[in-house]
């Protein structure tokens, strides 16, 4: 039986909408609501948030909310990461974290408060890991530290696999690729939510799993489809 460890990362959770799948009856799937286990509690009608939520977070939802709808779209959630202190995230991971995050009830990528608050603290916790395996303080992880990263984070990637992470980040110069933060990030939400879904249908920890063909790919494709 495959050691625990690679089942029990402490890497920062992914929302929940993202970790379960419900059956609904109609032959399709469809994932559950998030459900944000914090002491922070929103009224969904008028969009607002509870005086316990961190001011930083509320100031640069509003000040990126120029239309005041109480929803973040692409341009706007840009604009509020990079007054936390997120400057200079790609377009492509933008829109993987809102595909990620946003409510699976709304068909526009768009997150509303609660979802804000979910990525934020997601991104904060994503940079501390970063900050902490980018050992030479170059703004940028290279393959052993990511390798290093995801081992410590209990991701035991076989070197083939790692390999094709990285080189979906290849710039086509010949050079050696570096993750920027927003490239760590992507890889890490992707190898933690594949292995989330992974675990879900190898409840044995076998590294074996035996699943139908749509549930495949409802677990794939989320991830491998191309934002750019």
Not at 71 to 82: H, I, K, N, P, V
Not at 150 to 161: A, D, E, K, N, R
Request: hydrophobic content about 35%; charged content about 20%.
């Amino acid at each position: 039986m495959a050691s625990s460890n690679a089942y029990a990362p402490s890497a920062p959770e992914l929302p929940e909408s993202f970790g379960q799948q419900q059956y609904d009856g109609e032959n399709r799937y469809s994932y559950a609501y998030p459900s944000y286990q914090s002491t922070h509690q929103f009224n969904s009608s008028s969009g607002m948030f509870s005086p316990e939520t961190h001011p930083g977070i509320v100031r640069s939802f509003e000040s990126a909310d120029r239309d005041r709808s109480g929803f973040l779209e692409e341009s706007e959630l840009r604009q509020a990461l990079s007054l936390s202190g997120y400057e200079g995230i790609s377009n492509r991971t933008i829109r993987f974290l809102l595909f990620i995050y946003k409510s699976p009830g709304d068909s526009l990528l768009r997150l509303g408060p609660k979802e804000y608050v979910e990525l934020w603290n997601c991104l904060a916790q994503w940079r501390v890991i970063f900050d902490r395996y980018d050992r030479d303080r170059n703004g940028k992880i290279n393959a052993t530290e990511l390798r290093d990263a995801f081992f410590h984070l209990g991701y035991m990637l076989p070197t083939s696999v790692l390999q094709l992470i990285i080189s979906q980040f290849d710039d086509g110069t010949g050079k050696a690729v570096d993750l920027c933060f927003d490239s760590f990030l992507e890889c890490g939400m992707i190898v933690k939510g594949l292995t989330e879904k992974f675990k879900e249908n190898d409840p044995g920890y076998t590294g074996y799993a035996t699943l139908p063909f749509d549930v495949f790919m409802l677990m794939v494709i989320p991830f491998v489809v191309s934002y750019d």
